[in-house]
Every structure is written in structure tokens, then in C-alpha cells.
């Protein structure tokens, strides 16, 4: 593992919407952290507004004004998180680009060790949490189930408690920018894509300011996706569980002529046969669904529609 010279350049990418309580805490915190020996990376900071209905963006304009370091995306609509970090990263000249959430719980403050990783010949640097003990018990729970499900379904290393808080090298953020699905899980693509990866652990916070912008529903969807994008598994069980009922009506069907035409019995069972109905139709329903999720995702993409639309991006020229 080479390792890279002290000069490079530094991007930094924050995904926002409604973030308004949050905004000055994250400047603070973060103009601290790039005080000093970062200031000779040049850092660009780009805050992408997802389509916020508060003072976010209005936020992002007086900070622009204000520090030619930063820069605002702000798209023409809500489109989601992983697509605002896309537009992010589709915007980053740096040699080391940070995706960094602005709530806080990702702490600006771990970068430096982060670059020292990068320095080291890492060329992603993910941020690992030590525990997760400001969720509570269903949440972790179900984050256990969701990592072990997408490692073992998609075959994508995907370690446990870690998100989208990490540091990548401009190689790895190019290979990203030629993955253009609509339906994103950008931690399984960078996991996906290979490189050499290292962990830096650190205690999750509790969000500094403001709401979570993830309820359950949210995350079910977010789940979902992140399954029917990186693994066929799910219409392949459709195919097995097609096999054993075909093998199980066959075996039925035999008993019920041997029994018939050997023994001479007739074996009544209308509560059977409308239980089997059942379940039979349920499983087809539901097969079918898991079908049409893969159709659906075929069908968006076929359109062929860009992943965002930038309203306006503001910048400020050093020393304007």
C-alpha cells in the first residue's frame, strides 16, 4: 500500500433538507476542524439542499457569501438522500472527497484521521460506530437483521454500523459517478466497487439540533431498495418455492390415484383443498409483487431520466 504525499485537495459533501436548527452548529464545528493545517488542501465544502421547505436554503446563500470555501446545490426538489449525496459527489473536485451528514452524529472532528488513512495508501476511509446506544432497542435490532440480510443476499461486504460517513479517493468517487441507477445505495456501491478500504471507529452522537429526517417508513423503503438493487435472490426464491409446490402437488397427486385406483378410497377434503387454494394464491400474489419490483426498477431506469435537476448552484470566487 503506497503512500500519497502530503499536498492534495479536500472535498467535503453534506446532504441537507430542513436543516435549518442544525446549519450554524455544523459551520462551527466544521470551520474548526479545517482550521490550520487543513486550510493548505484548499477545501471545497458543497452543501446540497434536497428540496428543503424551511430556511436551509436561504442558510446556504448568506454562508456562501460569507466563505468562498463553501459552495450550495441546491436541487429542484426533494429527491432523497442518496441522490442529494450523488449530486454531492457529481459536483467534488477533490483528490479526497468526505461525505459528511449535517446533523453531527458524523463528527467533522474524525477527518483528520481520516486523511492520515488516505495518506496511508486507504483509498476509502468509512467511519465504523462503536455502538448504538442513542437508538433504541427495535432500531438496532433491526439494523443487525438489515446488514447480516444484504451481506448474505447481495455477497457485498458491507460491515455493520456504518453509514455513509466515510472518505474516498477520487478514483473510487469516479467509478461512482459511472453507476448511474436510479434506485441508489451508495455505501453498497462503494463496498461493491472494491479499492482497498480501512475503518476509523468513533461514538455515534445524538443529532445535534432538529428532527430525524429518517422515520421507519423511510427506512423500510430504503431497505427495500437496497435489497432489490444488489441481489436476484428474492425472484430466484420465487422459482424455488414454485419447484417444491410443484414437486408437492405431484407427490399428491400420485397418492391420491394410488389410493383411488388400488385401495379403492376417495379422500374428501374440502377444507384442505381451500386452505391449499389459499396459500397457493397468497404465494402467487406475493411472487408476483417481487416480480413487479424488479419490473418497475427495470421500467425507471429504461426512461432514462437524469437523477436530479440542480435549480441553482452558488458559489463565491476567492477573493470576491
Known sequence: MSARPASGTLSIVIPMFNEEDVLPLMRRRLDAVLAGPLQALRPQVILVDDGSTDRTAELMRALVAADARYQALILSRNYGHQVALTAGLDHATGDAVVVLDADLQDPPELIPEMLARWREGSDVVFGQRTSRTDDSPAKRLTARCFYWLIRHLSGVDI??????????????????????????????????????????????????????????????????????????????????????????????????????????????????????????????????????????RIYVETKNRPLYVVQEFVSKEPGS
Open 159 to 296: 460491515p455493520d454500523n456504518v453509514g455513509d460517513f466515510r472518505l474516498m479517493d477520487k478514483a473510487v468517487v469516479q467509478a461512482l459517478r459511472r453507476m448511474p441507477e436510479h434506485f441508489r445505495f451508495v455505501r453498497g456501491l462503494v463496498a461493491w466497487v472494491g479499492f482497498r478500504q480501512v475503518a476509523v471507529a468513533f461514538e455515534r452522537a445524538p443529532r445535534a439540533a432538529g428532527v430525524t429526517k429518517y422515520p421507519w417508513k423511510k427506512m423500510f423503503l430504503f431497505a427495500i431498495d437496497a435489497v432489490f438493487a444488489f441481489s436476484a435472490v428474492p425472484i430466484r426464491l420465487a422459482t424455488l418455492m414454485g419447484l417444491v409446490f410443484v414437486a408437492i402437488a405431484g407427490e399428491e397427486v400420485l397418492r391420491t390415484l394410488y389410493l383411488r385406483l388400488v385401495s379403492g378410497v376417495t379422500i374428501p377434503g374440502f377444507s384442505a383443498i381451500f386452505i391449499a387454494v389459499l396459500i397457493v394464491g397468497g404465494l402467487n400474489l406475493l411472487f408476483l409483487g417481487i416480480i413487479g419490483e424488479y419490473v418497475g
